[in-house]
């Protein structure tokens, strides 16, 4: 049982190019989220998805778009990355919107 | 002003102490409290759960919550260096949108 995977571990990118991080679960959770951790910032939540299909934003939404195909997938894409989003990148699952959420393993983006 | 303050630390504590990490916060609307644990370069793990003011117990971690003064502690009893992490409190009001701290650095010397 793999709980959460995330793809890439990490990942430099030149400014302006399209990336997409992927994340699955195999917990059939119906939420999901996206987090970004800064040092002296903490997780800010970037957008959620409380079910597939439904999407909703967080704290830091600009620049990043997500999709809710199915219940195991939740991708978050950035689609012309600059340096400011230079982060950890943490997708997390809950079981409705019971409070114990579930995390990955991370990715690490850098932009250049 | 933040929603939710933590001190980043880093705390530093000998082996066998007793530790204490608190977070403060400003919304009063916040009435689930979390506080997560992650190791470096790993994902937080959920490490105490809490839903109404008072103490809650598991082991050697306490889970204290004043919602009178927006005070929120996790106590750690008999410290071991296997608890050397970070520890991000965490907050909810209902709903799927989570508030976290920034973060206590422990370290538990042996």
């Known amino acids: 049982i793999a709980g959460i995977t995330q793809a890439p571990t990490s990942q430099i990118l030149a400014a302006g190019r399209r990336m997409t991080l992927r994340c699955t679960q195999d917990?059939?959770?119906?939420?999901m989220y996206w987090y970004r951790q800064d040092l002296g910032l903490g997780l800010r939540l970037i957008h959620y998805s409380n079910t597939a299909g439904t999407t909703g934003k967080g704290e830091v939404p600009d620049g990043y778009s997500v999709s809710r195909a199915n219940t195991d997938d939740f991708p978050l894409t950035l689609a012309s990355a600059v340096p400011s989003q230079t982060s950890v990148y943490f997708c997390a699952s809950s079981e409705g919107d019971k409070n114990e959420q579930f995390f990955g393993p991370g990715t690490r983006l850098t932009v250049l | 002003q933040k929603e939710v303050e933590q001190d980043p630390g880093p705390l530093s504590v000998p082996e066998g102490a007793i530790v204490s990490l608190n977070c403060t916060y400003s919304?009063?609307?916040?009435?689930?409290f979390m506080w997560y644990r992650q190791y470096s370069r790993k994902g937080p793990e959920l490490l105490m759960y809490t839903y109404s003011s008072g103490n809650k117990e598991d082991g050697r971690f306490t889970a204290q919550v004043d919602k009178s003064s927006k005070y929120i502690s996790l106590f750690i009893r008999d410290s071991q260096p296997s608890d050397s992490a970070t520890y991000l409190c965490?907050?909810?009001?209902?709903?799927?949108?989570?508030?976290f701290g920034a973060g206590t650095r422990l370290f538990v010397k042996a």
């Open positions: 965490a907050m909810n009001a209902g709903g799927f949108k989570t508030i």
């Open positions: 917990m059939r959770h119906n939420a």
């Open positions: 919304n009063s609307a916040f009435q689930y």
